[in-house]
């Protein structure tokens, strides 16, 4: 029975380490046929809109699409700091209430962004729309 639990415990780590992994485009439309996918839309210089899709799990894996966002901002900022602004995080039911997907959606804005007084303004209310 113990030696069950753990293959389980190993079988379920596994998972959640590829649920985030995807080269699925979402800007194009693709998903994978578990969820998964990401876009990455340029929106100014040193600005970019992030989506983030996780693989369906049992229980939705919103430290997976956390870690993969800010990967992917990481790469579009060329691995200079950026701040993340406008998250929204949710999930969704893939097929019926039993495989979650998690989401994250978000803004990622690198230090050389070029950005007018008014958009960093927005960006502090929350308001900036493209």
Sequence with gaps: MRRLLSLCFANLLLAMCVSC???????????????????????????FAINVQTNALPIANHSGAAALWKELASKACR???????QIKSGE?????????VATRYGYAVCWDADLDAADRAAFRRGEFSQ
């Design 92 to 100: 969704f039911a893939l097929t019926g209430p039993a495989y979650m």
């Design 21 to 47: 992994a995807s080269s699925y485009d979402l800007a194009k439309g693709e998903r994978s046929p578990l969820g998964a996918g990401v876009a990455v839309r340029p929106i100014k210089p040193g600005l």
């Design 79 to 85: 691995g200079t700091s950026f701040e993340e602004a």
